[in-house]
């Protein structure tokens, strides 16, 4: 089992940055991708950004030049930056981990809210 613990989320005027953290803890050593999903009111989750153990990431084109994923193995954390934020990445973001098995583990979850 792993254990997901996300904090960080907050309200931010449009424009701003928020920095979302990630601590893992159990089976961390089953890890392989760690990173972040979003999901707002009446909308399917969607994959944010990831980073696979090797250090490989992908990003959704909606946040390309905006948003950066880094991780530490040595502290199982993984982080967003996220910076320009706009009133759309107002969503519920989730820190998600998949083992080397295809187990996916969701942490709890953090509201981002972003005025306009």
């Known amino acids: 089992q792993v254990q997901l613990v996300e904090s960080g989320g907050g309200l931010v005027q449009a424009g701003g940055s928020l920095r979302l953290s990630c601590v893992a803890s159990?089976?961390?050593?089953?890890?392989?991708?760690m990173g972040w999903h979003r999901q707002a009111p009446g909308k399917q989750r969607e994959l944010v950004a990831s980073?696979?153990?090797?250090?490989?990431?992908n990003y959704a084109d909606f946040v390309k030049g905006r948003f950066a994923i880094s991780r530490d193995n040595a502290k199982n954390t993984v982080e967003l930056q996220m910076n320009s934020l706009k009133p759309d990445d107002t969503a519920v973001y989730y820190c998600?981990?998949?083992?080397?098995?295809?187990?996916?583990?969701w942490g709890q979850g953090t509201q981002v809210t972003v005025s306009s």
């Open positions: 998600h981990a998949r083992t080397l098995m295809s187990h996916s583990y």
């Open positions: 159990g089976s961390i050593f089953r890890i392989d991708t």
């Open positions: 980073m696979s153990d090797g250090g490989r990431t």
